[in-house]
């Protein structure tokens, strides 16, 4: 076997070996919450004072409200029509994804709209917008606690950057939101030390799902995006890329029936290879 090769081979048997690492059980091992170490905050302060209210209001939205046809009407949607989204839906989308409902306890753990592994809610999500009513394009992160946005930054060249940061996915450029989910590291690890990483990627997945489900029910596309050029993210959301980094993002946009050919050409090799 080459280098590449053995290389290959061994990543692959360390991602098996990640992903089973919870029926592993070692001896004498104690996570931090178990040696009683301090818990990290449940979410990231602001990181500027560009706050943006969101509205709960979610009676002004006309939604579809027939859940088994929301569910099997969802489905990846990559053409987008740049219409503009209001602020609202907008909100919507973030409420449905990772809204905060409760606190359990003094300030042990966040309940939100979406389950999560002991509750740890491990991600923080940023976001490119372009084509939001009321906000001015640029980068944005999402403050769960009190449903609200902060502005980051402008940036010169947002179409460029969502495409750079998707792995050259051109089309994602058009989405009104590019929904980005860092991983802070030591909120699942606290709990969960060395199978922490497990769980994380189950966690992530429910988010996008919800996404996906938000989406669909006021008539808006999204797909979720494993090839995210994570060191790219991390640098113009201002994250350490250590203890926080971006590794799952999500683009949602308008979109139009008109585009259902559009769509299918995405998957035209399918027959063209006759698979
Ligand atoms: C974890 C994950 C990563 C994905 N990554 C990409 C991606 O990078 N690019 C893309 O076009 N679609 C991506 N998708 C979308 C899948 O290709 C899509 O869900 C799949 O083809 C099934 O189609 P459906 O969502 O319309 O049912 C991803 C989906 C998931 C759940």
Known sequence: MNDLKKEIVKRVEEGRNWLRTNIVKIEDYKTDQELKKPQPPLVKKP?????????????DLEIDNDFLHVINSRESHRVYTQEKISLLELSY?????????????????????????????EFECYMTIQNVEGLKDGLYHYLPMKHQIEFLKQIDNLKDFISDSLQGQRWADKANVVLYYSFVCYR?????????????SCDAGHITQNVYLAATSIGLGGCAIGAVNGNLCDKYFDLDGEEEFIF??????????????????????????GL
Not at 47 to 59: G, Q, R
Not at 94 to 119: D, F, M
Request: charged fraction near 25%.
């Open 47 to 59: 990181m500027t004072n560009n706050v943006i209210e969101l509205s709960l209001n979610f009676n």
């Open 93 to 121: 989308l973030l409420w449905c994804s990772q809204g905060v409902k409760e606190i359990r306890g003094k300030s042990y753990a966040t309940l939100r709209t979406v389950p999560c592994g002991g509750a740890r809610h």
């Open 188 to 200: 699942a690890e606290w709990r969960y030390g060395i199978y922490a990483h497990r769980m994380v």
């Open 248 to 273: 799952y993002a999500m683009p949602v946009g308008t979109i139009s029936e008109k585009d259902v050919d559009k769509e299918k050409d995405f998957y035209k090799f399918v027959e063209e290879e």
